[in-house]
């Protein structure tokens, strides 16, 4: 019963908090949106309102502390426990212990570099490195930050955990407690890639060190008593499952999780390769996600409305244009939060509440074709979409000569500004 218990805990986090999507799932809603802010309501009225702001201020590393909590914990049990089951098995070589301690260092090191690498910072002086991508003039239309106040180049996106606007920005990770953008997203996929080797790595040693036992002391054939009637058991699966896991009890339970985050982790990382080799961001394609909902119910409302014989309007969309018939396009220009699984507190309304707002939209608008699909100009094809990731524009010498050209007239328009008004004041 314990083993499944755990094993249903851990799926129902899984499930509920990575997988699950707050906009469809109304168990993913309560614990992810509901229940968090009720518990801030509430702490407000007993705390006071600064207490709890502070408090706040300090929860983004909540899951870096998480993070190392887990992980060194699991490393800390493996050292204790696993590394004297190794030396004791006839079935693993003791060469693992030296391929563990180095799986350990990268493993730590990954997370390190992924955390500390600068994601791309926008600001009014190195701007013109970051500006390498066309307005798309539907997700991404030219317009100046209202928070930075600087111009909001394509696929940037302002970042309020870092307080800063970032280049190519994908998501904000607690985990490395860092924003995910242009420039540090290779040392991210590096951090993902690295803990899937070494999960699945953790997962299939620790199964050959169960499996040993087993057979050198052939439990399967073994006689087994309950440890409070003394009465006899006869050996089959659960029996020397729950034998193993009480022996080796800790290092069952780092087993088990490294099982399901080798799972959970290469998914997450199947994803991101996903959305990397067609061109987008995680902060792209949520909104492509909208896109799509978008198109697929204008498209259906004007070939209906075009049945009825419903009024009409016979000018054509444009690339530019296609928010015109629809102010729900409009929002997908506005910025929101996103994490590692999507929009965070995005104001989540329910399918019910959409049809409702889609029924008063028909009712007041003109209908007009959407027209083709929309493209993401920013797919370039697998292999260039994998180089601008690992090799980011902004970082390749084109746009590093561009940044510092720009400097140099920048200084010699400050010196001559210098030189006019030192002359001005020799005159005065």
Request: proline share 4%.
């Amino acid at each position: 019963p314990g083993i499944i218990l755990y094993l249903v805990l851990c799926i129902f986090l899984i499930h509920t908090f990575i997988l699950s999507d707050t906009s469809s799932s109304p168990l993913a809603r309560c614990f992810m949106e509901t229940l968090p802010d009720y518990t801030l309501s509430l702490l407000r009225k007993v705390l006071g309102p600064k207490l709890v702001q502070k408090l706040q201020d300090q929860t983004q590393y909540f899951l870096v502390v998480v993070y190392l909590v887990v992980v060194l914990g699991s490393w800390s049990i493996m050292f204790t426990f696993g590394y004297s089951f190794i030396t004791k098995s006839n079935h693993v070589s003791n060469w693992h212990k030296y391929s563990g301690y180095c799986v350990f260092v990268i493993c730590m090191w990954s997370w390190r570099k992924a955390s500390t690498t600068s994601p791309g910072y926008i600001t009014a002086r190195n701007i013109h490195r970051f500006d390498n991508y066309p307005y798309d003039d539907f997700l991404f239309i030219e317009k100046t930050c209202p928070t930075v106040g600087i111009r909001k180049l394509a696929r940037s996106k302002y970042d309020r955990f870092t307080n800063q606007h970032v280049a190519r920005f994908d998501h904000f990770c607690g985990w490395i407690n860092n924003a995910v953008g242009e420039e540090n997203y290779r040392f991210f996929l590096l951090f993902l890639a690295v803990h899937v080797g070494m999960c699945f790595y953790g997962t299939v040693l620790t199964w050959g060190l169960f499996v040993g036992e087993i057979e050198d002391r052939d439990l399967f054939n073994a006689i087994f008593f309950n440890g409070k009637t003394g009465v006899e058991v006869k050996a089959d699966f659960w029996v020397v499952t729950h034998y193993m896991f009480m022996k080796h009890f800790w290092l069952s339970g780092v087993w088990i999780l490294m099982t399901s985050m080798s799972v959970v982790l290469f998914l997450f990382l199947g994803f991101h390769l996903y959305i990397a080799a067609n061109g987008m961001t995680t902060n792209e394609f949520y909104k492509w996600r909208q896109v799509k909902k978008w198109y697929k119910r204008e498209k259906s409302r004007y070939e209906k409305a075009l049945k009825e014989g419903k009024k009409l309007s016979t000018k054509p969309s444009s690339k530019g244009e296609h928010g015109s018939s629809n102010g729900g396009m409009k929002d997908l220009t506005n910025d929101v939060d996103v994490g590692c699984i999507g929009p965070i507190n995005n104001n989540t309304v329910s399918e019910k509440q959409e049809e409702q707002k889609e029924q008063t939209e028909e009712e007041k608008t003109v209908l007009m074709d959407p027209g083709p699909p929309p493209v993401n100009i920013y797919n370039k094809g697998i292999v260039e979409n994998f180089k601008e990731v690992f090799f980011p524009r902004s970082l390749r010498p084109d746009a590093l000569n561009r940044y510092a050209k720009t400097r140099r007239t920048d200084q010699v328009l400050k010196s001559d500004s210098v030189n006019d008004n030192t002359g001005k004041a020799k005159a005065t």
